[in-house]
């Protein structure tokens, strides 16, 4: 058999072969797909700091050569009980974020429309509005997994320091099902936690969440989410930059990787209505390891989407 053919791409070792995101085929046809890995190369939303995820979907997609299948952990390899394909990256204008958020959006819609899951991988934390915008208009309010070091709620126009304030006064979220996690670092005023419970958001700082422990985290999403079609959206900056330098502001005194694998592993059994990973930005990263983290915590959530294909 010829090893270069389209069936056999996966055999080849991780520094060959052209790298879409595990090696799934790209293609715009949505019509049978059970995931869709969207990238969005948009980084005009990162207006506190540094520029740079526009890079992060090529990086993440170039680690993910190293996800060879199977999960050890849950004992699957997700891409046998999922037809998971690779969509591009979304055409985006990076001088215009109307124009950028509406192309997201249109993009999504068509992904969710056949049914199928979206994951995105970003770009600045301002595409994960667009992409609830999309669901919500199917689904109806969702609610929310948020995991970062910031509340991303602040008060002004759309950029990635606002989308969960415009989310939340749009109705798109069910606030009684929202929950951020890992919140640290210095604010921009005493009130910023507030504001955000005043939305609606469960605020887990982060000294809390290493004061009760992860799998006490992880009850407390349960808790909070119980059975509501739920979105998840990941900042890397979540992680501490000793493990995630590559993240465009980064705060010190965050989660390990392998805590922050414990986190997204432990949300097993919730009902997903989509996936974002937001923020990676290359050109800030040590040796791919922000990268190669990113892609390891998507591979954890493709493995959580297959258990609950398999127990259906």
Known sequence: MDKNSADTQELLPAYSGIPTFMRRPVTRDVSKADVVVMGIPFDSGATSFRNGARFGPRKIREASLLMWGYNRHFDVSPLEHLNVIDF????????????????????????????????????????????????????GPLGLVHIDAHLDTEHGSIEHGTPFRHAAQEGLLNTNAWIQIGIRGPGTHPREINEAKELGAEVLEIDECFEIGIPAVIRRIH?????????????IDAVDPAFAPGTG????????SHQMLQLVRGLRGLDFAGFDLVEVNPPYDSSDITSILAANLIFEYLSLLAIKQTSR
């Open 223 to 235: 808790e909070r989410i119980g059975n509501r079609q739920v979105y998840v959206s990941l900042d």
């Open 88 to 139: 591009g990256d979304i055409d985006v204008d990076p001088t215009n974020i109307d124009t950028s958020l509406a192309s997201i959006a249109t993009e999504v819609d068509r992904a969710i429309s056949v049914g199928a899951t979206v994951i995105a991988l970003g770009g600045d934390h301002s595409i994960t509005l667009p992409i609830l915008r999309s669901c919500t208009a199917r689904k």
């Open 249 to 256: 502001t980064p705060e010190v005194g965050g989660f390990t």
